[in-house]
């Protein structure tokens, strides 16, 4: 099965930096890895797109996060990675990656999504 470990989260001050990573573990089958990005969820809003790659490796990012946060990525390692930085309250959040999985051949071949369990970054004042 596929699990989709994050870390990086905690707690900073505004301008400060934080470097999320995500770490994909793949066992019991053939899988591979064909887009990851990374998601954010506030308090009472929706789960939203901040910066992903797709299948073909060009990136996009949320407008809000545009100049000041870079999504990276080992493929040896099947890791992505989140480099925040100029960080304001406003991104505070909990950080959830995704990826796009691929299995199985011909007919049985198939794509789903999963998700990791979440860090939690905080920006005070």
């Known amino acids: 099965q596929v699990q989709l470990v994050e870390s990086g989260g905690g707690l900073v001050q505004a301008g400060g930096s934080l470097r999320l990573s995500c770490a994909a573990v793949?066992?019991?089958?053939?899988?591979?890895?064909?887009?990851m990005a990374w998601y954010r969820q506030a308090p009472g809003s929706e789960r939203d797109l901040v910066a992903g790659?797709?299948?073909?490796?060009?990136?996009n990012y949320a407008d809000s996060v545009k100049g000041r946060f870079t999504i990276s990525r080992d493929n040896a390692k099947n890791t992505v990675y989140l480099q925040m930085n100029s960080l304001r309250p406003e991104d505070t959040a909990v950080y959830y990656c995704?990826?796009?999985?691929?299995?199985?051949?011909?007919?049985?071949?198939?794509?789903?999504?999963?998700w990791g369990q979440g860090t939690q970054v905080t920006v005070s004042s």
């Open positions: 995704h990826a796009d999985v691929a299995t199985g051949y011909g007919l049985g071949y198939r794509v789903f999504g999963s």
């Open positions: 793949l066992s019991g089958g053939a899988f591979s890895i064909k887009a």
């Open positions: 790659f797709s299948s073909g490796g060009s990136t």
